[in-house]
Structures are given as structure tokens and as C-alpha cells.
């Protein structure tokens, strides 16, 4: 059984960074892609970026295009989210998730972390 664990969640200001972190453990993800997505209070949960299954490409929602950046480390069964410039809109639940696939466009998600709370502040 595959669990996903996020991590590095919290409060900062409008403009600030935060860095996201998602642990895999039950089995390696090397060769799954893996994505980022998050769910505001009211809507409905949307992807925020998609990694490959080696990092060699990725993918990105508009309206976090140059601000965030989706890294992963196969040797360590990790995901991260390098979240930059922060907006208030960007508070939300984000979970990380494992994809059946190996590209970062179009993930076809089977597993999921439980979330973690981001909230920016203006």
C-alpha cells in the first residue's frame, strides 16, 4: 500500500515562499509521474503541476506558471513544491499524488496524500 505524506504547509505573508514536501513510502515511485494539486474552500480541486517519472518534463497551471517549481527525487521517494511570490489566492489544501503514468501531462491519479493547509495572507 502506497502513502503519501505532505509536509511544510502553513501561513505566510503575500509575496513570501514556501517549499512543500511529499514523502512516498509502501513502494518506489521512480517510475511514476507525480503531481500537485490543491482544493480551495468552495471549489473544486485542481492541478497545480505534474513531474515526469524522471523529472525531464513538466507541467504547470497558468496561474502559477514562473512562481512555482515541482522537483523530484527519486533516491529519496520525494516530491517537492517550491512555491514563490505567494497570493492570497494561492490559499488552499494541497495534496501530492502518485500518477499511474509516466508523463506529466494528463495524470491519471491513484493514489493521494491526506493534504496540507497553505494559507497566504495579504
Known amino acids: 500500500q502506497v502513502q503519501l505524506v505532505e509536509s511544510g504547509g502553513g501561513l505566510v505573508q503575500a509575496g513570501g515562499s514556501l517549499r512543500l514536501s511529499c514523502a512516498a513510502s509502501?513502494?518506489?515511485?521512480?517510475?511514476?509521474?507525480m503531481g500537485w494539486y490543491r482544493q480551495a474552500p468552495g471549489k473544486e480541486r485542481e492541478l497545480v503541476a505534474g513531474?515526469?517519472?524522471?523529472?525531464?518534463?513538466?507541467n504547470y497551471a497558468d496561474s502559477v506558471k514562473g512562481r512555482f517549481i515541482i522537483s523530484k527525487d527519486n533516491a529519496k521517494n520525494t516530491v517537492y513544491l517550491q512555491m514563490n511570490s505567494l497570493k492570497p489566492e494561492d490559499t488552499a489544501v494541497y495534496y501530492c499524488?502518485?500518477?499511474?503514468?509516466?508523463?506529466?501531462?494528463?495524470?491519471?491519479?491513484?493514489?493521494w496524500g491526506k493534504g496540507t493547509l497553505v494559507t497566504v495572507s495579504s
Open positions: 499524488a502518485k500518477s499511474r503514468g509516466v508523463v506529466a501531462t494528463q495524470l491519471s491519479v491513484d493514489y
Open positions: 509502501g513502494r518506489t515511485f521512480s517510475m511514476n509521474a
Open positions: 513531474i515526469s517519472w524522471n523529472g525531464g518534463s513538466t
